[in-house]
């Protein structure tokens, strides 16, 4: 059996990307055919995928595809920073944005389902997935995705890759521009203020009601208090009502602005990468010596 050189390992993991040992591994039961031993990889990225998929994605990039008055604005997760700038995983968020504006699939499994080839991988967007696992060694999954296809004009704004808004709008395209940056800097829970989901309004009243109830005061201006500070409160989240960030006195409101641009938004997305989702703080210096222990006992 030939010698398993360092040179041979990092050729073929610089054509698959794979874990180092991993590919000593793979050269070994192949005798050190660089070929038979990429084969052999690609049959078990499979296993890979699965023992990633209990890790978690909070990391990960937003990728939106517009087409006429057609867009979608997707995000997909990875678990670290350096993998949401690879550019096979840039490729694959990219073209599941396409795919999702082209076909509307109904959920994540739909999407999942449909045709699709990269790297190698496929023939489904699933497999490619799957196949991407193996290769650059993470865990990565579609979370969520919004479709547009009402008619209705569209802008979108993507503030580097992990903030990403699609405004849905009739009137001025730059205007509306100017809004999708406005979402992406001030991020708005709502369009106005009745659209503001009740449990976020329930939410707010309750703490307003507990500050209130502090200060002593007889039980009709606490109520006052409480109406006025969720008011308060309802203006501040909801897009309309905002202070626009490019507002030259500092006072007209996003829905003034509009007004005088003669454009109308009917509706937005905004997507925060890993936002709502619980991030493992892991110990590196642990995380490295059990490396180490791993391998010094294969």
Do not use: W
């Amino acid at each position: 059996m030939p010698a398993i050189t360092a040179s041979m390992v990092a050729e073929l993991r610089a054509k698959t990307d794979a874990p180092m040992m991993e590919c000593k591994k793979a050269l070994t039961e192949a005798d050190g055919n660089s070929e038979r031993a990429e084969e052999i990889l690609r049959v078990k990225l499979g296993n890979k995928a699965g023992k990633a998929a209990s890790r978690i994605t909070a990391e990960g990039v937003v990728a939106a595809a517009v087409d006429g008055t057609t867009g979608a604005l997707v995000e997909v997760n990875c678990e670290t920073d350096f993998v949401s700038k690879n550019e096979s995983f840039l490729g694959f968020t990219k073209a599941a944005a396409s795919l999702v504006a082209q076909h509307n699939p109904a959920d994540v499994a739909a999407l999942s389902a449909l045709a699709y080839s990269q790297d190698g991988f496929g023939p489904t967007l699933e497999d490619v997935r799957k196949g991407l696992i193996g290769k650059i060694g993470e865990n990565m999954t579609i979370r969520r995705f919004k479709r547009y296809a009402g008619g209705g004009k569209l802008a979108h704004y993507l503030h580097g890759t992990r903030i990403g808004v699609m405004v849905e709008f009739d009137g001025d395209a730059t205007a509306a521009k100017d809004v999708a940056m406005h979402v992406a800097a001030m991020k708005p829970a709502a369009l106005s203020q009745g659209d503001v989901p009740a449990e976020v309004v329930d939410k707010e009243r309750k703490i307003a009601t507990e500050k209130a109830a502090e200060s002593g005061k007889p039980a009709d201006i606490v109520a006052k208090m409480v109406e006025g500070s969720v008011q308060k409160f309802l203006k501040e989240v909801s897009l309309l009502n905002q202070v626009f960030v490019k507002a030259a006195d500092g006072k007209q409101t996003v829905e003034q602005y509009l007004k005088t641009a003669g454009t109308a938004v009917k509706g937005f997305t905004l997507y925060v990468v890993g936002e709502g989702i619980e991030k493992k703080v892991d110990d590196f210096a642990a995380e490295v010596a059990a490396q180490v222990a791993a391998a010094k006992g294969q």
